[in-house]
């Protein structure tokens, strides 16, 4: 990587049963768009790109639960979205797709689940 001139990308990757679905929720969650659309692979990135989300087919995968608890599968990572109407920014999560996780451990972050059970929290920075 030393001595490129490129550009730079970096992203995440989901494991989920479906990764085009998965694809498709955070598409129109962070209103981004689709770039690769492979089977058992897609990304979503925003326009002009340097970030991406990963989201690959795994046929053993299990849903994480949340909160942890012993005995089930915990998860593996959490996404942290800043927003600016935290109201707001659940309804169109919960509209697109997400649900409001029961948990709730912070007044001021909203802890959701994307369909394939990974939670993500949104928070406002103020």
């Not at 490129?4 to 998965?22: F, I």
């Not at 689709?34 to 970030?51: L, N, R, S």
């Not at 920014?89 to 451990?105: S, Y």
Request: net charge negative; proline share 6%.
């Amino acid at each position: 990587m030393r001595g490129r001139t490129d550009s730079h990308y970096w992203g995440v990757v989901l494991d989920a049963p479906d990764a085009q679905e998965l694809a498709r929720f955070y598409a129109r969650l962070l209103d981004w768009k689709i770039t690769k659309d492979e089977p058992g692979w897609a990304t979503v990135a925003p326009a002009g790109g340097g970030t991406y989300l990963g989201f690959q087919t795994s046929k053993d995968y299990v849903r994480p639960v949340w909160p942890n608890a012993d005995g089930s599968q915990q998860m593996m990572l959490h996404l942290d979205l800043e927003v600016g109407d935290l109201y707001g920014a659940v309804t169109h999560a919960i509209e697109t797709g997400a649900t409001l996780a029961a948990h709730q451990p912070q007044d001021d972050v909203r802890v959701l689940l994307d369909p394939a059970g990974h939670p993500f929290c949104l928070y406002t920075d103020e």
